[in-house]
Each structure stands twice: as C-alpha cells, then as structure tokens.
C-alpha cells in the first residue's frame, strides 16, 4: 500500500542486499499501488528499463498468477520483451496459484548452495511474511520439491517462454 512505500523500499533494499544487486524500483510521480497504474504507464516504465540496460533475460511472474499484483506485472513484462532479443523465464508463485490450471515448468535449476540465501532475501520483506504471521519456509519446500525433479536437495522450477540465442 501507498502508505507502506518507506518500509516496503528499505525491504527491498535489504533483500537486494543479500543478493548482493542493486536494487531497482520503479519511480513514479506520486506514491501508489501497482494496480494503481495505467497499463500504458506501467509497460513505459519497464521499456525504458529494458532500453537502459538491455538485459540477456527477464524472469516474471507465470502467467496465471492469481495475486493481481503479479499478474499485471507479468503482463507488463512480457510487453517489454518486445524491445529486444532475451531469453524470458516464467517462476510461479505457488501461494498464489490458480490450482485449476496446471503450470508446466520445463527447466529446472539446482539452488541448493544458494538456499539459505534466497530464504534470508525472501525473509527480507518482514511486512509481507512476518508481521502478517505468514510463515516463509513454505519456500524451502517448494525448493525442496523442485529439487526432487532434477535429483538435487533444492531447485527453481522455471517455464522458459523465450530463448534468444
């Protein structure tokens, strides 16, 4: 929420941190939600992204995510991927999956000397997880299942969408 911008942009940066990047968030003229934007607003905003740093890949939100959120910011994304060649990934949320609709990952990527990272990035966002009594080692068992896929202890389930090279 608008309200929460302060805390919400210290917890990215936090996890941004933990991941060792930079963290990039995106800039408007007034505070507000991501539902808040007009789609057109939303896809400049990542087209002028995409033309600054002319990524090899984007990695999105699957597109039948039922968190509205996620899902207008993988349709804006994958608006963006128009701009030039890269390879596009798809991850599913699966708090927020519709489970009616099967979601087909088709490359797996073993994670599991990067596990404890990801969940101490993930635990970065304490008003999302914590501070609404959610518990984030829901994540590690995903991983945990992912990885029986590819015979490691933990993986990432990607569908690839799009490989440019």
């Not at 991927?81 to 890269?86: E, W």
């Not at 609404?132 to 991983?143: I, L, N, P, Q, Y």
């Amino acid at each position: 929420a608008p309200k929460d911008l302060e805390k919400r942009a210290a917890e990215a940066r936090a996890a941004a941190e933990v991941l060792r990047a930079e963290p990039l968030l995106l800039v408007n003229d007034r505070p507000c939600r991501l539902e808040d934007l007009k789609t057109s607003e939303l896809v400049a905003q990542l087209d002028a992204l995409v033309c600054e740093y002319r990524p090899a890949a984007l990695f999105t939100h699957a597109r039948d995510e039922t968190h509205w959120d996620h899902f207008l910011l993988s349709r804006a994304v994958l608006g963006s991927m128009r701009l030039g060649p890269c390879d596009v990934f798809l991850f599913n949320n699966t708090a927020y999956r519709n489970p009616c609709q099967a979601w087909r990952p088709n490359l797996w990527v073993d994670i599991t000397s990067t596990i404890g990272v990801k969940l101490e990035a993930i635990a970065a966002h304490e008003s999302q997880f914590g501070a609404r009594g959610k518990d984030t080692s829901v994540f590690r068992e995903v991983a945990r299942t992912h990885g029986r896929a590819l015979g490691s202890p933990y993986a990432e389930a990607f569908e690839v969408l799009r490989l440019s090279g």
